[in-house]
């Protein structure tokens, strides 16, 4: 049998192009990209890194392993803790206040994408739970490498490169691919496929997630 991290890679091949190529990460890695875009993204990210540390947190009292267990455990405490001290000196940076964090509401898309992410932690399977959860840690780790690549020097968002180009979170996201694909060599063709279904998804919110940053998006209609 194939293994499913390799499958589910080769199968988002053109969207993590698309990724790659998104106006929001060319402007990042060269510098230009504009504060209130920034600022917007740092905001959103925020709040979907809250829902996001509860679908790992259900993936830790959902895993079958302690090693698993363990993973996610640590990752949501991460997510909460790692990655809201990078969003706190930007915040600083971009004189975002806390309350004024607090007072903002999920974009439609930050809406959806955590909203995809709780109902497969609530109604899904372990299995689909962790597919759904890769790209979060992988396309990032894809994206920084990607752009820590090609940056050059005074880029005012270096501290966001250096996050996700870092060792130490490739060594995590290694540990996350891994229980996937363990996850994944005991499931049944079904099961697999709604693992590739949701990986897909999670890759397709990313994209959206930059691009609504970039186009600073709002709700159509009654905000
Ligand atoms: C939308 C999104 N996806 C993933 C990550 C990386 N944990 C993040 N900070 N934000």
């Known amino acids: 049998m194939t293994i499913f991290s390799e499958d589910a890679w080769d199968d988002t091949a ?20 504009t504060g209130d875009r920034f600022r917007f993204y740092m905001i959103q990210d925020a709040l979907y890194l809250e829902q996001y540390a509860r679908a790992l947190a259900t993936a830790a009292a959902k895993a079958p ?37 607090a007072a903002a509401s999920p974009s439609p898309t930050c809406y959806g994408y955590t909203n995809f992410l709780l109902s497969t932690a609530h109604t899904g399977s372990y299995e689909e739970l962790v597919a759904a959860i890769l790209p979060c840690f992988w396309i990032y780790w894809d994206v920084g490498r990607y752009i820590a690549g090609k940056t050059g020097p005074d880029n005012p968002y270096q501290a966001w490169i250096d996050t996700y180009s870092d060792a130490d979170f490739g060594d995590a996201v290694e540990a996350v691919i891994a229980i996937t694909n363990r996850a994944a060599a005991t499931a049944s063709a079904t099961c697999r496929n709604a693992m590739l279904k949701a990986f897909r998804r999670s890759t397709q919110y990313e994209w959206m997630f930059w691009d609504s940053a970039y186009r600073l998006e709002t709700w159509p209609i009654g905000s």
């Open 14 to 33: 053109a969207l993590r192009r698309a990724i790659h190529d998104l106006p929001f990460n060319r402007d990042l890695a060269d510098g230009s990209l």
């Open 65 to 101: 392993e302690p090693d698993a267990m363990e993973r996610f455990a640590l990752a949501s405490q991460e997510a909460l803790v790692v990655e809201r001290a990078l969003h706190g000196g930007f915040f600083e940076t971009f004189g975002i206040t806390a309350d004024e964090a």
